[in-house]
């Protein structure tokens, strides 16, 4: 998984070794706790020969916009990954080159489906079937490493496997991983949007580095709340992967944007946010058709109706 910042923005660096359940468990907690737009975490098995490291093959790396706080970061840490291993912490800084490159060389490639989400190391593992998905720019959130997107990924291939969606918002498109996965599987166009105008950017080059610029141009907006992307009753696949807290102030306008028997895919959230976006989602009349949990956070599918 790999969430957050921009890396001319990196300065300093938090690394730790250790399982792999701890270095998930870490790196989301600090998702959850920092800003995004300062702070990014990744986690990711670290190819090594040595076998002192064979029990604990996984690093989370933490990078920061300004001096972290180790002392506080420690406590934190401890929450996950238990005091004795929390000692163990390093910190030191980093230009962006070593951002860019520790980020991203690091991470193997996803599968969802038909969908695998790979850096450029990784092209060789696109199979003839496979819907690859490449994505460099860790400039914002979603390289389809985190549970969330992956979640998105899997929902959108099981939709695929029942329909051919004709008009689709990926609203909070991040790095564009979904917009883009469906771009690439129907070749149409994907309306797709960010507040962040470095994700916009990241998710241009994405689309035109994966062949897909004609179908994605996406747009800076505040939700929806934009010309290309303001269609009301026009949507029938509408993404959202942003925050629990968004998700519930936005159901009311996102909603609105929904055509009859649209299926709305929503993640972002730890799996104990979902009573209260189901519910925000549910005075709009939506229902949890499906769920997903991976890594402790929720992917919900919500229809109209009642169930």
């Known amino acids: 998984m790999l969430e957050g910042l921009p890396p001319n923005n990196a300065a300093h660096v938090m690394r730790l070794r250790c399982a792999e359940a701890q270095a998930r468990a870490l790196a989301d907690l600090v998702v959850e706790t920092f800003d995004p737009a300062e702070t990014a975490a990744a986690a990711f098995e670290e190819k090594a020969?040595?076998?002192?490291?064979?029990?604990?093959?996984?690093?989370?790396?933490?990078?920061?916009?300004?001096?972290?706080?180790?002392?506080?970061?420690?406590?934190?840490?401890?929450?996950?990954?238990?005091?004795?291993?929390?000692?163990?912490?390093?910190?030191?800084?980093?230009?962006?080159?070593?951002?860019?490159?520790?980020?991203?060389?690091?991470?193997?490639?996803?599968?969802?489906?038909?969908?695998?989400?790979h850096g450029s190391h990784d092209r060789e593992r696109v199979k003839a079937n496979d819907i690859g998905l490449e994505i460099e720019a860790a400039l914002a959130f979603g390289t389809g490493h985190h549970g969330t997107t992956r979640g998105c990924l899997l929902f959108l291939d099981d939709i695929l496997k029942c329909r051919r969606p004709q008009e689709i918002l990926d609203v909070g498109c991040g790095t564009g991983v979904l917009?883009?996965?469906?771009?690439?599987?129907?070749?149409?166009?994907?309306?797709?949007?960010?507040?962040?105008?470095?994700?916009?950017?990241?998710?241009?080059?994405?689309?035109?580095?994966?062949?897909?610029g004609p179908y994605l141009r996406p747009v800076q907006a505040r939700g929806a709340a934009h010309p290309a992307l303001w269609r009301p009753g026009?949507?029938?696949?509408?993404?959202?992967?942003?925050?629990?807290?968004?998700?519930?102030?936005?159901?009311?306008?996102?909603?609105?944007?929904?055509?009859?028997?649209?299926?709305?895919?929503?993640?972002?959230?730890?799996?104990?946010?979902?009573?209260?976006?189901?519910?925000?989602w549910a005075a709009q009349g939506f229902f949890i058709a499906k769920r997903r949990h991976i890594d402790g956070w929720a992917t919900l599918l919500m229809r109209r109706g009642g169930a």
Do not use: C
């Not at 980093?94 to 193997?108: I, N, P």
């Not at 936005?250 to 209260?276: E, F, I």
């Open 49 to 117: 020969s040595t076998e002192s490291w064979a029990a604990t093959p996984w690093v989370v790396e933490v990078y920061f916009g300004h001096e972290p706080d180790e002392e506080n970061l420690r406590e934190l840490a401890a929450i996950v990954v238990g005091a004795e291993l929390a000692a163990q912490i390093t910190f030191g800084r980093v230009s962006q080159k070593d951002w860019v490159a520790s980020s991203l060389e690091g991470l193997s490639a996803v599968r969802a489906g038909r969908f695998l989400v």
């Open 234 to 280: 026009a949507y029938d696949l509408i993404f959202a992967n942003i925050l629990a807290k968004p998700l519930r102030v936005l159901a009311p306008s996102l909603s609105t944007l929904a055509a009859p028997g649209a299926d709305v895919v929503l993640s972002g959230m730890l799996v104990r946010d979902v009573p209260g976006v189901a519910s925000a």
């Open 179 to 212: 917009a883009l996965a469906a771009a690439r599987a129907l070749r149409q166009n994907v309306a797709a949007g960010d507040i962040d105008a470095q994700a916009v950017a990241a998710a241009r080059a994405n689309a035109v580095l994966n062949h897909a």
